[in-house]
């Protein structure tokens, strides 16, 4: 038996979800304007609607959103990413999957040894 108390392991803090944002601004110097002053993550580059506004998808939590929204800038909600990294985790196995003997095949090159 052992005399060092056992304690639960450590809990992480919780972060807010990362949402999937689609930031439309009326014209390029105001989306620059908006990306330079907010520093947000975004994904992929930017490109011009038919009306002639231009757009960028971008990943903020919810406490980032309200400093997207300024004039002349639309803010648009198109899904939770971190949702749909959670359900993507749930996708794969656990264990060993070559403990039964399987040797792994495909276009990799094997290493010696």
Same mark, same amino acid.
Request: zero cysteines; glycine letters at 10%; charged letters at 25%.
């Given at each position: 038996?052992?005399?060092?108390?056992?304690?639960?392991?450590?809990?992480?803090?919780?972060?807010?979800?990362?949402?999937?944002?689609?930031?439309?601004?009326?014209?390029?110097?105001?989306?620059?304007?908006?990306?330079?002053?907010?520093? =947000?993550?975004?994904?992929?580059? =930017?490109?011009?609607?038919?009306?002639?506004?231009?757009?960028?998808?971008?990943?903020?939590?919810?406490?980032?959103?309200?400093?997207?929204?300024?004039?002349?800038?639309?803010?648009?909600?198109?899904?939770?990413?971190? @949702? @749909?990294?959670?359900?993507?985790?749930?996708?794969?196995?656990?264990?060993?999957?070559? @403990?039964?003997?399987?040797?792994?095949?495909?276009? @990799?090159?094997?290493?010696?040894?």
């Amino acid at each position: 038996m052992s005399a060092v108390p056992t304690q639960p392991p450590p809990t992480r803090p919780t972060r807010p979800d990362v949402l999937r944002l689609r930031v439309t601004a009326e014209d390029a110097e105001t989306l620059r304007a908006l990306l330079r002053d907010t520093r =947000p993550d975004v994904g992929g580059r =930017p490109h011009i609607e038919p009306d002639g506004s231009v757009g960028i998808d971008v990943y903020a939590p919810e406490d980032r959103v309200a400093a997207l929204e300024r004039e002349g800038v639309t803010v648009t909600r198109t899904g939770n990413a971190s @949702a @749909a990294g959670r359900a993507a985790q749930q996708e794969v196995g656990t264990g060993d999957r070559f @403990a039964a003997g399987a040797v792994p095949h495909g276009l @990799a090159a094997k290493s010696a040894g």
